[in-house]
T-cell receptor, first 111, second 117 residues
Framework: KQEVTQIPAALSVPEGENLVLNCSFT??????LQWFRQDPGKGLTSLLL?????REQTSGRLNASLDKSSGRSTLYIAASQPGDSATYLC??????????FGAGTILRVKS | GAGVSQSPSNKVTEKGKDVELRCDPI?????LYWYRQSLGQGLEFLIY????????KSGLPSDRFSAERTGGSVSTLTIQRTQQEDSAVYLC???????????????FGPGTRLTVL
């Protein structure tokens, strides 16, 4: 059974700082790994999806890496802004199957 | 087109009552998922529909939970004889068939917040 762990559980940083969120998973036989953002009282917004054959994906100030063999992924946020404050969720997926989520990292960027 | 929509956005019910939650997926998305997000449990999978295939019900927590998808589009999640532990946010997501594009992103609706008193 896949287990996804996210560290840290919460993070508070000053505006402008670069930061890294960590995700680890126990079953490396995944089809893809996705990072989502969730704002309070809202649904999930997909940020980045990394296929199992890929090593990283970039979108703007976000960069996600994947090391499938070691069961790890990181989400790097450059030059953080208060608008980045949200809960960040990592999820793995097998082919055509459900997402298995981590518990999330609550990020607060202080202005 | 429009994203995934869910209704109602909030539902308060009394213990023992039945509730129905609705999900309208993105047009053309053949895959539809239900998840539940509750305090202390995180986000957990409930049920998955893919086209005309038999649904994957492996995540349903009890036989009080059921879901159907009519015409390959709208889905309804039904909870019978609700209990207080059913209180959670119920999220629906849809996607294109697996492997049909370069991305298998699931698009989530805003959720239905269920409170069982």
């Amino acid at each position: 059974k896949q287990e996804v762990t996210q560290i840290p559980a919460a993070l508070s940083v000053p505006e402008g700082e670069n930061l890294v969120l960590n995700c680890s998973f126990t079953d490396s036989a995944i089809y893809n790994l996705q990072w989502f953002r969730q704002d309070p009282g809202k649904g999930l917004t997909s940020l980045l999806l990394i296929q199992s054959s890929q090593r990283e994906q970039t979108s703007g100030r976000l960069n996600a890496s994947l090391d499938k063999s070691s069961g790890r992924s990181t989400l790097y946020i450059a030059a953080s802004q208060p608008g980045d404050s949200a809960t960040y969720l990592c999820a793995t997926q097998k082919y055509g199957n459900k997402l298995v989520f981590g518990a999330g990292t609550i990020l607060r960027v202080k202005s | 087109g429009a994203g995934v929509s869910q209704s109602p956005s909030n539902k308060v019910t009394e213990k023992g009552k039945d509730v129905e939650l609705r999900c309208d997926p993105i047009s053309g998305h053949t895959a539809l998922y239900w998840y539940r997000q509750s305090l202390g449990q995180g986000l957990e999978f409930l049920i998955y529909f893919q086209g005309n295939s038999a649904p994957d019900k492996s995540g349903l927590p009890s036989d009080r939970f059921s879901a159907e998808r009519t015409g390959g589009s709208v889905s309804t999640l039904t909870i019978q004889r609700t209990q207080q532990e059913d209180s959670a946010v119920y999220l629906c997501a849809s996607s294109l068939p697996p492997g049909s594009t370069s991305t298998d992103t699931q698009y989530f609706g805003p959720g239905t917040r269920l409170t069982v008193l």
